[in-house]
């Protein structure tokens, strides 16, 4: 039985050498995961930047939204105020026949 747990020295050569070849891919395996880490990090950098981009275009459309709005009122109300222009000279037309009219039938009654 103590022949089956004995080890030759070529057995430790080979598993040593096994061992530093596990050694080695561990090795190349945390550099790779150390540069998908700093890839990471520099998605993480790139998303924060469009995130605040877009943020800035945001604001952006809404200020131009509001722009646009206010200047769709203020056309608004200068048409309204164009017809209501429009509409007190009509009156006005008739008011000064009133008052002509007036005047005329008004001198007529106190003779």
Known sequence: ?????????????????ALST???NINVVGHRVDL??????????K???LSNELEIVKQL????LNEFRRK??????????GNIRQDLEQFGYYSEIR???T???GTDKSS
């Not at 039985?1 to 050498?17: E, F, N, R």
């Not at 998908?36 to 950098?45: A, M, Q, R, T």
């Not at 459309?61 to 131009?64: A, E, M, P």
């Not at 769709?72 to 105020?81: D, V």
């Open 1 to 17: 039985m103590p022949d089956q747990y004995s080890i030759s020295a070529v057995d430790v050569s080979v598993i040593t050498g």
């Open 22 to 24: 596990i050694n080695n």
């Open 36 to 45: 998908i880490g700093n890839e990471v990090d520099l998605i993480n950098d």
């Open 47 to 49: 998303q924060n930047l």
């Open 61 to 64: 459309f809404l200020d131009y």
């Open 72 to 81: 769709n009122n203020l056309q608004l109300a200068e048409t309204r105020l």
């Open 99 to 101: 008052r002509m009219s």
């Open 103 to 105: 005047g005329i039938l």
